[in-house]
């Protein structure tokens, strides 16, 4: 028997849910848009005032790290994110079930990770005080990081079994990559070529 609950039976989705879709595809298009704007508004204005948009340089390039990974998370909330093909060639059944969980174990491990990561970095850059331009601090420019890598991480979680277990299983991968992102030295002395088979081996079965 399934454990899925009815909203995913019938595809319904809380309004809740449904404005949370809303708002991400808007700040991403936002962003796409902003993007594609700004340099056509650097060649209008660039003869009228000498220096043409202050910080559009800056803004464009951050802007395009916003629509790479906006684009990431709506990619994995479809299950669209690039992987290999090579797991659809397992059959039907409990073995590919398995390996669907590790794979999403084994991603949402390493996006956990990358997550943390991303977010010292933003710490490192808001108490360094640096500023993109036109007084926006780049730290603000780069807090799509932190959340697209932990967005990506849940929705490999969530997409990674129908069932409530299987989803467990591979959240399990989210507390490994908290474990390992925000415990100093831990890896210290470790050999690390079991870790890149493993990760190998997950992306051979479907990890993005």
């Known amino acids: ?10 595809g319904w989705r809380s309004p809740v849910a449904q404005a949370l879709r809303g708002g991400e595809e808007a700040v991403a298009n936002l962003a796409l848009a902003a993007m594609v704007l700004l340099p056509l508004a650097e ?13 559009s340089i800056s803004f464009v390039q951050h802007l395009t790290l916003w629509v790479g990974f906006l684009g990431a998370a709506l990619a994995a909330r479809e299950g669209k994110l690039i992987a290999l093909a090579t797991a659809t060639f397992i059959p039907e059944g409990r073995t590919r079930r398995a390996t669907a969980v590790f794979a999403a174990l084994v991603g949402s491990a390493v996006s956990t990770i990358l997550a943390t990561a991303a977010y010292q970095l933003v710490l ?85």
């Open 1 to 10: 028997m399934s454990d899925r609950g009815p909203a995913e039976a019938t």
């Open 43 to 55: 060649i209008v204005v660039r003869p009228v005032l000498s220096g043409g948009v202050p910080g």
């Open 124 to 208: 490192f850059d808001k108490e360094d005080g640096t500023m993109l331009a036109a007084g926006v601090p780049v730290w603000v420019a780069q807090l799509v990081l932190p959340v697209a890598f932990s967005v990506i991480a849940l929705r490999l979680v969530w997409r990674a079994s129908p069932g409530w277990v299987g989803r467990a299983l591979a959240f399990s991968g989210v507390l490994i990559g908290l474990w390992l992102g925000l415990t100093d030295y831990v890896l210290d002395g470790v050999p690390l070529w079991p870790l890149i088979t493993l990760v190998l081996a997950a992306a051979v079965l479907g990890a993005p």
